[in-house]
Each structure stands twice: as C-alpha cells, then as structure tokens.
C-alpha cells in the first residue's frame, strides 16, 4: 500500500525559513515524480513545486520560485520542501503526493502538515 | 499560463440526483485533465485521470469527459458520501500545473 507521510510544519514568524519532510512507502519512489500542494484553510489546492524521478528537473509556481526548494533522496525515499523568507500568505497545509503512472495527475497523497506564518 | 475555471462553484442536489460540474481551460489541455474529489479535512483523492479514465477503485457512477478546453465531471445517482468539494486539475506540461478553484457539492 502506497504511504506518504509529511512532517516539519509548525507555528513560524515572518522572514523565517522551514523544511517540510515527506516519506514515502509501498512503491518504488525513485520511479515517480513528486509534487509539493498546499492548501489555504478553507480555500482551493494549488500546486507549488515538482520533482522528476532522479531530482534532474524542478518546477515552480510563480508566487515561491526564489524561496522554495523541492529536493528528494532517493536512498532514503524522502521529499523534501525548503521554505525561506516565510510570508503570513504561505500559512496552508502542505501536501506531498505522487504522479500517477509518469502523468501530472496525483493518485497518492499525504495527510498533509500544516504550516502557520504569524508574529 | 493556463488558468482553470470550475462552474458552478457551490451546487446543491438530493441523493439519486445526476450532477455535472464543468471545468474550463484558458487554453488548450488536450486531455491532460484530473479531477479530484476533497473532503474536509481529508487530503484529495483521485477520481479521474487524462480527462475520463476511471481511478481504480472509484465508483462507475462518476465519469469525466472532454478535450481541448472544455471538461465536466457528472455523477449519477448522488450517493451521501458524494457530498464533498471537486477540483480539477490540469496537467499539460510538468513545468505548470493548476487546479481549478472548486465546487462544492452540498445537500439540497
């Protein structure tokens, strides 16, 4: 059974930096790429980075390009999500989850951390 | 970049009822379109994938279809558990995915 656990949210203040974590189990990671999608309480998903199968490509979406960093070790079957210069409108949860089948649709997710930007 | 729309954005109907949501692209997706259905709380699942292939496991009832711009996702009979929140989501280039803005399926 496909797993994807994140960790690493918290409470941070603003200009603060964050690293997310998510671990993943039942497949063979380093054969899917990866994407990061947060969630603003209350509000829609939208789609923040991607990571191809080897970490050779990544992609952002234009309102974190420059403060985020998607990264992944294959050996340890983890993604990982560097957030810097934390804004009160980066406040959301945060998804890791899987490409379906080498196609940009998701067929598994985490449970999802929860990120809060406040002073 | 490619903006998505999602009409109409809160619906409401009864149990046994057919639903259609539609989900618009700025332009063309081919057929590179998810939907997605979330409840609170919960993290999105997959419904359906390339615009109208079935997720494994979800039921018959829901169908996508659609090309180019223009996608709907219906759901025949309405079953309690269908009352949810459904996103699309497109996916024609690794470099830029988007979701639509969601509708929210609530009881009549």
């Known amino acids: 059974e496909v797993h994807l656990v994140e960790s690493g949210g918290g409470l941070v203040q603003p200009g603060e930096s964050l690293r997310l974590s998510c671990v993943a189990s039942g497949f063979t990671f380093s054969e899917c790429w990866m994407s990061w999608v947060r969630q603003t309480p209350g509000t829609g998903l939208e789609w923040v980075a991607n990571?191809?199968?080897?970490?050779?490509?990544?992609y952002y979406v234009d309102s974190v390009r420059g403060r985020f960093t998607i990264s992944r070790d294959n050996t340890k079957n983890s993604l990982y999500l560097q957030i810097n210069s934390l804004r009160a409108e980066d406040t959301a949860v945060y998804f890791c989850?899987?490409?379906?089948?080498?196609?940009?649709?998701?067929?598994?997710w985490g449970q999802g951390t929860l990120v809060t930007v406040s002073s | 970049d490619i903006q998505m729309t999602q009409s109409p954005s809160i619906l409401s109907a009864s149990v046994g009822d057919t639903v259609t949501i539609t989900c618009r692209a700025s332009q063309n997706i081919n057929n590179w379109l998810a939907w997605y259905q979330q409840k609170p709380g919960k993290a999105p699942k997959l419904l359906i994938y390339t615009a109208s292939g079935l997720e494994s496991g979800v039921p018959s009832r829901f169908s996508g279809s659609g090309s180019g711009t223009e996608f709907t996702l219906t759901i025949n009979c309405l079953q309690p558990d269908d009352f949810a929140t459904y996103y699309c989501?497109?996916?024609?280039?690794?470099?830029?995915?988007?979701f639509g803005p969601g509708t929210k399926v609530d009881i009549k």
């Open positions: 990571i191809k199968e080897d970490g050779s490509e990544t």
């Open positions: 989850a899987r490409a379906y089948q080498g196609s940009g649709s998701h067929d598994s």
């Open positions: 989501q497109q996916y024609s280039s690794w470099s830029l995915f988007t």
